[in-house]
């Protein structure tokens, strides 16, 4: 006998009908608490969206400096309020662009940027006192965040009121997306030297954005994204203690990145979870005294991997629904995906739509006039309750086996997502999960599309203007300071001091990044 049967992404059971049975024993006041406050499961704020809307962060990035910087000034004149970074892989990787490994792939999944001229370039014309930039980098975070300073300070702004992300999230890059370069542990000591220069130096930047979006992009459940997470995050707060930092000093600094996917109501389930288990984690495990060192604050984006090459213009709906479910989890910042990335990076079309997609929703849709709408519906609540079940089942293994850092050397993380993407391709296969346009409701004959067009001279161009650079330094002043930075990594001494003193003297990454993997070595998984 045939069942109806539902569950969703993570494999929770959904009920036909919920109701108070559902959430017998069920505390409001512990589970739920008041917006702004411990547990934070409503919000971080009292107010919400009805004090100030989610920031609206189109990410973008792609060919060299002149390009990117045009089009963060379209997307600021359109209405948005934040700037995001993509880098291409070189950078991501610490090559330079001329580096043999750069071949093919200079300014194609975002913005090369190999020294400060690139940088000056980038953030020309930029009221760097105003506006917020997120860099999605992560082995070379500490390169770009020194090179962000270091023009900020030429334009005369106060590294103090320097406000942005630096994504910074090494662990998950082992786990789900692979741009590392050095070991595990000496890149965490990079991380833990970041926290206490920028503590210092950069105390409105967010220190790092503890990354679940590309372990879901790998193909993680809902539940595993957290969980994989806030174990990240727990080891990167554990780290930081031990090298000497006090919890509190830091902690208000830490920010989240999530994905967004299809299933509404647990994509919602998930951020409100995530909340209040951050909150329990810092109180309980770090004996955090600040409740900001208690909040979980997130950027969201939109689910890269839900976007199909099939009907592209159908991505918009998904990216909607996607959009609609972070604001009702309650995001800080929010970037709605180009309906054509599936095909390539957005058109300057698609970026629009997606801009004006988080327009309306804040506009128009109503929900931003009360904070977290869907508090008190049973099945809301009995989703959040689940999920966060589940996830504490994982992050009790993890520890189980020593933490993240173990957890991941082990392979244990990677193996989990594996088994969950292949799951997840079987079901879209047998047709058990509907995909709109590629396993049903198909066309015969697909409309042909815009793909944005990449210059096959970029490579040659950045080249050039890095062969400029190196003729016009002081190329003894470069390596006197190189040299200070291989001491400081042989030492235990505060890695970013020399770092911009050379790039200050127009080092490029790739240089910094050499000298690093010298001193550090390079990571070759085992499996």
Not at 391 to 405: F, H, P, Q, S
Not at 468 to 477: F, I, Y
Request: net charge negative; aromatic share 8%.
């Amino acid at each position: 006998m045939a069942t109806d049967e539902r569950r969703t992404d993570s494999g929770i059971e959904i009920q036909p009908v919920y109701g108070p049975s559902d959430l017998e024993g069920w505390d409001p006041g512990a589970q739920l608490g008041e917006p702004g406050k411990v547990p934070f499961t409503r919000g971080i704020y009292p107010n919400m969206y009805r004090g100030r809307p989610w920031t609206i962060r189109q990410y973008s990035g792609f060919g060299n400096a002149e390009s990117t910087n045009e089009r963060w000034r379209l997307l600021l004149a359109g209405g948005g309020t934040g700037l995001s970074c993509a880098f291409d892989l070189p950078t991501q990787m610490g090559y330079d662009s001329d580096h043999p490994r750069a071949e093919g792939e200079v300014g194609k999944v975002g913005v090369a940027i190999d020294s400060i001229d690139d940088m000056r370039i980038l953030l020309g014309g930029l009221p760097l006192d105003k506006v917020t930039t997120s860099m999605t980098i992560n082995s070379t975070a500490s390169t770009l965040l020194l090179l962000y300073q270091l023009v900020a300070e030429e334009q005369g702004v106060d590294p103090k009121k320097l406000g942005g992300t630096i994504q910074n999230d090494i662990l998950k890059e082992y786990v789900a997306r692979g741009t590392y370069i050095y070991p595990p542990r000496p890149s965490m000591r990079i991380i833990t030297d970041i926290f206490a220069y920028c503590a210092k130096h950069l105390p409105s930047w967010n220190t790092i954005s503890i990354s679940g979006y590309h372990i879901r992009e790998a193909g993680s459940t809902a539940v595993q994204e957290i969980a994989f997470t806030l174990a990240n995050g727990i080891a990167y707060v554990q780290a930081a203690v031990d090298a000497g930092l006090s919890v509190d000093e830091f902690a208000p600094r830490l920010s989240f990145f999530w994905n967004a996917h299809n299933n509404l109501f647990e994509e919602v389930a998930k951020f409100r979870a995530a909340r209040r288990m951050w909150a329990r984690i810092m109180t309980e495990r770090f004996d955090a005294k600040s409740d900001k060192s208690k909040l979980l604050r997130f950027h969201t984006q939109t689910g890269g991997s839900t976007l199909t090459a099939q009907q592209p213009e159908n991505n918009i709906a998904r990216v909607t629904l996607q959009s609609l479910a972070a604001v009702l989890g309650g995001t800080q910042s929010l970037h709605a995906n180009g309906f054509d990335e599936a095909l390539g990076l957005p058109t300057t079309k698609a970026a629009r739509i997606a801009l004006r997609t988080q327009q309306i929703i804040a506009s128009e849709s109503g929900v931003v006039d009360t904070v977290d709408p869907l508090a008190g519906s049973y099945f809301v609540e009995s989703l959040t309750d689940a999920v966060e079940i589940e996830a504490y089942g994982y992050l009790k293994r993890i520890e189980e086996m020593g933490g993240a850092v173990a957890a991941i050397e082990a392979g244990y993380m990677q193996d989990e997502i594996e088994q969950a993407a292949y799951s997840y391709a079987k079901q879209v296969d047998s047709k058990e999960k509907i995909i709109v346009g590629v396993n049903s409701y198909v066309d015969d004959q697909p409309e042909p599309s815009e793909v944005f067009p990449i210059d096959p001279a970029l490579q040659a161009t950045q080249a050039a203007r890095l062969a400029r650079t190196r003729a016009e330094r002081d190329q003894a002043a470069v390596d006197a300071a190189l040299g200070d930075l291989a001491t400081a990594a042989r030492g235990s001494a505060n890695l970013l001091y020399p770092m911009k003193e050379a790039l200050a003297r127009r080092a490029t990454l790739g240089e910094v990044s050499d000298v690093l993997r010298a001193e550090f070595g390079v990571f070759q998984p085992e499996r």
